[in-house]
């Protein structure tokens, strides 16, 4: 008897669980919802991040109040911008940690992977899958220097935990030199770069060989290679953004990173540029190397790659440094790394990017902004510490964390998105869509300036 029941409930059960699918899929459908809907899709949403996903992300959020009575769920987004469920519209500043660099749902994007995906969404994993082999030529064609073979991943951290690897089989060396500040991603491997504590502590022993030096550095950079030298244990790899992204929008010093290249060749250590992130024209040119006129080994990149519509990433490495897998290819693969829709997406990306002179606009228009930022920033000396960047990417630092989230909730508010960094809480990020209007990015000064007026010291 009591298995029939079990039975019974078992069916009752998908049937409710088939009835929820469709009311979900139905929604999806949907070119426009109504007020019932979104108060639907609300609740749902905040009782899902409640019970099934993080509880956490509801304290964290600004967008969610205290009891869950209001929360911002977003529904859709077009160019420099998206909106909520109950249709109202946020310039988006922070940018999905910086992947929109084409836009929002950028049509050539979108129809290069929904053409794609009418022939073919993913590949055999056998037969040869032709949109790898051309999007790894277009790389090689634009990327600096002579960085030549491409192997493809899914996210930033999964490229830096190819590169890492790589510099592996390159040489029989087990230490890397990375820099505090940094961040590299959460996987073991990568998260062994990555230097803020409270990422790491759970999380210890990460990788052995890892040394972190201050970012910026050059004399404590030389005196760790010559320590290691003298000890035996010379160095594989210095791993380093060209410009730290969530250690605050921290740029280099002038020669800095030229001068890692020199030390670098001196020891016979591979460099590896994280452009996770600085990457795909966000710093005014296609790759941040570019601008300090510096060709690493190894690049990784990620975020912007997939055109704010596919997960997608990538190493680009020289031949001398990538021949280490020709013997055998199997020795780091993934599954779903440069499927069909990812690579078509990452191609009409790049030609978005040339074409449109996005990485050049930039740079213009990311003069003007910060600029003007620090214009709207005069008279709270008191508030605001630092205002830097370059081009679309732009940090503003506060002397508090809590100016920082408060200023970050006010610009919420009134319909501008930004957030802190992860790891200087104390600096928000302003990282548009390239494509973001000059009307835009006043409209997000002027909301800044307002909001500086109201936030108490």
């Known amino acids: 008897m009591s298995i029939d029941l079990s039975r019974e409930t078992k069916s009752e059960q998908k049937l409710q669980v088939t009835d929820y699918i469709n009311k979900v899929l139905s929604l999806i459908e949907k070119e426009e919802i109504n007020a019932e809907e979104a108060a639907w899709i609300t609740k749902e949403t ?9 509880p956490g992300f509801l304290a964290y ?3 969610v109040t205290k009891d869950g009575q209001f929360a911002a769920v977003e529904w859709s987004d077009n160019g420099a911008c998206f ?3 109950n249709g109202k519209e946020y310039i988006d500043c922070l940018g999905g940690f910086g992947i929109y660099n084409v836009g929002h749902r950028h049509p050539k994007v979108v129809k290069a992977v929904t053409d794609q995906l009418k022939r073919q969404a993913l590949h055999s994993q056998d037969l040869l899958d032709p949109l790898r082999a051309m999007l790894a030529k277009i790389l090689a064609d634009i990327t600096p220097g002579d960085l030549k073979y491409s192997y493809f991943s899914n996210s930033g951290t999964e490229s830096v935990e190819a590169a890492l690897k790589l510099a592996k089989m390159y040489s029989d060396r087990t230490t890397f030199i990375s820099t505090t500040r940094a961040f590299h991603g959460k996987s073991l491997g990568s998260l062994s770069g990555t230097a803020k504590g409270m990422f790491r502590k759970p999380f210890l022993p990460l990788i052995p060989g890892f040394r972190h030096v201050p970012f910026g550095d050059i004399d404590m950079m030389r005196k760790t290679f010559e320590t290691c030298s003298m000890v035996g244990e010379d ?9 730290q992204g969530e250690g605050g929008i921290i740029l280099p010093p002038e020669g800095y990173l030229k001068q890692v290249r020199e030390l670098c060749d001196q020891y016979g250590t591979l460099l590896i540029f994280d452009e996770v992130q600085t990457g795909m024209g966000r710093t005014g040119k296609m790759f941040a190397a570019e601008l300090y006129d510096v060709v690493p080994d190894i690049i990784c990149l990620a975020k912007a790659f997939g055109g704010g519509v596919m997960p997608a990433g990538a190493i680009v490495a020289r031949e001398e440094v990538f021949k280490s897998w020709f013997p055998n290819p199997f020795m780091h693969t993934t599954t779903f790394g440069g499927n069909p829709l990812a690579c078509a997406a990452a191609i009409a990306t790049i030609g978005i990017l040339i074409e449109e002179n996005l990485p050049e606009r930039a740079a213009v228009v990311g003069e003007y902004f910060l600029a003007e930022l620090k214009k709207a920033a005069e008279g709270h000396e008191d508030k605001v510490q630092e205002i830097r960047g370059q081009g679309l990417m732009i940090g503003i630092e ?13 610009m919420f508010d009134r319909g501008v998105l930004v957030a802190g960094t992860l790891i200087n809480s104390k600096t928000i990020r302003i990282e548009p869509a390239l494509t973001i209007s000059y009307d835009e990015v006043d409209k997000v000064v002027n909301t ?3 909001v500086l007026k109201q936030v108490k010291e």
Request: net charge negative; charged share 40%; no cysteine.
């Open 235 to 243: 160095v594989a790899a210095v791993i380093l953004e060209p410009i």
């Open 46 to 54: 905040v009782d899902g991040f409640r019970e099934h996903v993080n």
């Open 398 to 410: 506060f002397h508090k964390d809590e100016i920082g989230y408060e200023v970050s909730k006010g």
């Open 448 to 450: 800044f300036k307002e």
């Open 61 to 63: 959020r600004k967008t």
């Open 83 to 85: 909106k909520d469920v």
